[in-house]
């Protein structure tokens, strides 16, 4: 595993539990960490994130985690001893919505597909690929 992989991990370990059990701002709703890209000079890491809610809640949730930078940003430099502690910067994972949205997809086709198979033939109707 890269360096910068290895730091990212530990980023966002330690974010997690910041926000969990240090940072006391109402804003924040339930959220959670899913990933942390750290570029190859260290310098920047964008932390993606998922949280419950509706586009207001998020929006909420993004304006009091740039509320709460500086002091993240801060106590990750005494947990992470860097001589310097990469910029910080909040995205929403889209992948994950994505990735509800096609398994919600996939249920669906195979409700349909269950539907079908169920359903009762009618002997006095011929089959569509009777004409082929």
């Known amino acids: 595993m890269s360096r910068t992989a ?4 530990q980023i966002r370990q330690d974010l997690g539990e910041l926000l969990a059990r240090e940072v006391r701002d109402p804003g924040i709703g339930f959220l959670t960490i ?3 890209r750290v570029t ?3 310098m920047q890491a964008r932390v993606f994130y998922t949280t419950i809610g509706d586009q207001a809640a998020a929006q909420k949730t993004a304006r009091a985690l740039e509320r709460a930078l500086p002091f993240l940003r801060r106590a990750l430099g ?3 001893r860097l001589r310097r502690v990469p910029e910080l910067t909040f995205a929403v994972d889209e992948a994950v919505g994505h990735q509800a949205r096609v398994e919600e997809l996939l ?3 195979k409700r349909d597909e269950a539907a079908h198979a169920a359903a009762p033939v009618d002997p006095t109707r011929p089959d569509d690929d009777s004409n082929a």
């Open 6 to 9: 290895r730091l990212g991990e």
């Open 78 to 80: 005494e947990r992470l």
């Open 40 to 42: 190859d000079d260290l």
């Open 107 to 109: 249920e669906q086709i």
């Open 34 to 36: 899913t990933r942390v």
